[in-house]
Every structure is written in structure tokens, then in C-alpha cells.
């Protein structure tokens, strides 16, 4: 059996949660599924908050083929062939596909290029999902030719909405399960806004109790952390990397290591922690242990190499050597001198 969130994806616009300013009658994404002009697009959103359901329902409500791919594990190989083949069912038996791609930020500039000429003679409908700034994260020829929409995290009470539908929907757990008003509370702070979360939470609860009613205490032996979420492109997400530096400068190796998982669980851009990463090792230890830069950019090159969530692991390595090095500003000192 699919997991509980797959079951319950929404079918239909009608039943999806959340997004109203996206969605209500006459707003830009409802226009495009109910069948205006197709056009490529951006979503822009944080995790579970509707982007591979809403490509989904594009496809679907236009009569187009849907192609998934995630830029995690696909490349310029794999595009090829997925446009090649979009080319020759749009030749030969004029069925047009949309082409979802997940994480496209992931995607080097190469990659993204790739994809130009396609959604350019619209060989092609583009779904990108980020939960990058698309500004920064994907190529400026390939925004020009998309429509880029801001996906909002869900409001507590959508993810109230979310969990009553999957208690009672026969696609869920069909009223087999009741939920207890603090349980209830306790999954929409786990959720941190994300249905996905929310709904898979809620399953492992359910497979927990068994049967009958799931209360606060099933739910947090069940689930026993709290979705660390914040704004990347806001006030806290600099807090948290300022922290995460300001630990390291100060030889708190406990510390510094809080604040990196923080941020991983949060979703943070693995790049990003690394780049900061090479900057202090160079800003804040220098000549005092020149082997720092060494490590820090070693583990730049292992995320890059090897993905999440093993990246973390050269990460907190890269993170216990700077914090625990001598430091020294002299190499700023001097260059800021010279």
C-alpha cells in the first residue's frame, strides 16, 4: 500500500489545500490548469506545500503525458532523452507532455541550458519546483520564458484541514482513527506547514496505536522531534548561519554543531553551509592551521559529489576542525592592509 501521503494527494483543484492566491477563480495557476494559454512555470515554495500535486494536475487537467524528474539523480543524458521522446509523440501522435522537474536548483547551468530549446518551441510544458529563490537558482533565459509562482507554507489551520481529511477519507484511514484535540496540536507544530510532514507523522501514529483513538503520548513515542523549519531568504535564516560562525569562531564545538543541524533539517542549502565553511576557515584560522581550508574545502567537494544526507557527515567533520583549530585574522589583516 502507498504511503498515507501518497493516497491522499489531491485529485482535483477543488481538493487541494492552501494556495488560495493561486487557485481561487481567476488567479494565474487555476487559469492555466483549467486550460488557458499553457506556459511553463516556476514553483517557488517550501517542502509539502503542493508543487509535484499542482504539475500534476496541470498535465492531467490539459490531457498531457506527465513526465517526472528530480535534478537529485537525473542529468543533461536524461533530459535528452526525455525531450527526444516528448518530440517524437508530439510528431507522430500529437500528444504534448509536461515535464516536471523537482529540486530544479540542483540542476548547473549546463543542465538548466538543456532545456531551453524545448520549452522554447514548447516541445515541452515546464513545472519546475524549487525551494530555492528562483532569482538566484535558476537560470535568467530560462525564467524569461516561465511564469514563476510563490507557493506559501500552510496556515495551521489547512494542516487541521489536511488531517481530518485523511482520518475520514476512505483513501486514508477511513474512520478507523480518532484524534484527540491535543494530539491534533501537537502534529500541526511537528508539521512546520508541510502537509507531507503532517500526514506522514499522523501514519506512523496510526501504525502505533493500532486501533481506535491516537492521543498526545502515541504521537510523540511515535515522533519525537519538531520540524525545524525557517525562512532562508529571511532574518532567522542569517541568525542561524551567524550562530553557526560566531560557535566555530569561539571553539564551541557543541555549539557550532546545534546550529548545523538546525540548518540541515531545515532544508538548507548544503552549498551554502560549505561556501561559509571555506570563508571562515580562511577569514578566522588562516596561517594558524592552513589545513582548515583544506578541510573545509574538501567537504565542499564531498557534498557536491555525494549528495544529502551523507554530505552532512563531511560537513560536521569540516565543522569539529575549524571550531577545534587555532585561530588567527592575520591573512585578512594583511590583504585588507596591503
Given at each position: ?24 477563480p ?56 526525455v ?63 516561465s ?25 486514508g ?9 491535543e ?6 507544530r ?28 502515541t ?7 519538531a ?54 576557515a ?8 592552513p ?11 564531498a ?9 552532512r ?7 569539529i ?18
Amino acid at each position: 500500500m502507498d504511503p498515507l501521503a501518497v493516497r491522499m494527494r489531491p485529485r482535483t483543484l477543488d481538493e487541494v489545500v492552501g494556495q488560495d492566491h493561486l487557485l481561487k477563480p481567476g488567479a494565474p495557476l487555476r487559469r492555466l490548469v483549467e486550460g488557458a494559454t499553457p506556459a511553463s512555470v516556476v514553483l517557488f515554495g517550501p517542502p509539502g506545500t503542493g508543487k509535484t500535486t499542482l504539475a500534476s494536475l496541470m498535465a492531467g487537467a490539459t490531457g498531457r503525458r506527465f513526465v517526472a524528474l528530480s535534478a537529485l539523480n537525473s542529468g543533461v543524458k536524461e533530459l535528452r532523452a526525455v525531450i527526444a521522446e516528448a518530440r517524437r509523440r508530439r510528431s507522430h501522435a500529437a500528444e504534448n507532455t509536461v515535464l516536471f522537474i523537482d529540486e530544479v536548483h540542483r540542476f548547473s547551468k549546463t543542465q538548466q541550458d538543456a532545456l531551453l530549446g524545448a520549452v522554447e518551441d514548447r516541445t515541452v510544458l515546464l513545472v519546475a519546483a524549487t525551494t530555492e529563490n528562483p532569482s538566484f537558482s535558476v537560470v535568467a533565459p530560462l525564467l524569461s520564458r516561465s511564469l514563476v509562482l510563490q507557493l506559501r507554507p500552510l496556515t495551521d489551520d489547512d494542516i487541521r484541514l489536511v488531517l481530518h481529511r485523511a482520518l475520514t477519507d476512505e483513501r486514508g484511514l477511513a474512520g478507523k482513527f480518532e484524534l484527540t484535540e491535543e494530539a491534533a496540536d501537537h502534529l500541526v507544530r511537528l508539521s512546520g506547514g508541510d502537509a507531507r510532514r503532517a500526514l506522514t507523522a499522523l501514519e506512523a501514529a496510526a501504525d502505533a496505536a493500532g486501533e481506535g483513538t491516537i492521543d498526545l503520548a502515541t504521537v510523540e513515542a511515535t515522533v519525537d522531534r519538531a520540524a525545524v523549519r525557517y525562512d532562508r531568504d529571511g532574518d532567522q535564516h542569517y541568525d542561524v548561519i551567524s550562530a553557526f560562525i560566531k560557535s566555530i569562531r569561539g571553539s564551541d564545538v557543541d555549539a557550532a554543531l546545534h546550529y548545523l543541524a538546525r540548518m540541515i533539517e531545515a532544508g538548507e542549502d548544503p552549498r551554502f553551509i560549505a561556501r561559509r565553511l571555506i570563508v571562515h576557515a580562511s577569514e578566522d584560522i588562516g596561517m594558524a592551521d592552513p589545513t582548515a581550508l583544506q578541510t573545509a574545502v574538501a567537504a565542499a567537494h564531498a557534498v557536491q559529489f555525494i549528495g544529502m544526507p551523507e554530505g552532512r557527515l563531511a560537513l560536521a567533520q569540516a565543522t569539529i576542525h575549524l571550531a577545534t583549530a587555532p585561530k588567527s585574522n592575520a591573512v585578512i589583516s594583511a590583504i585588507d592592509g596591503a
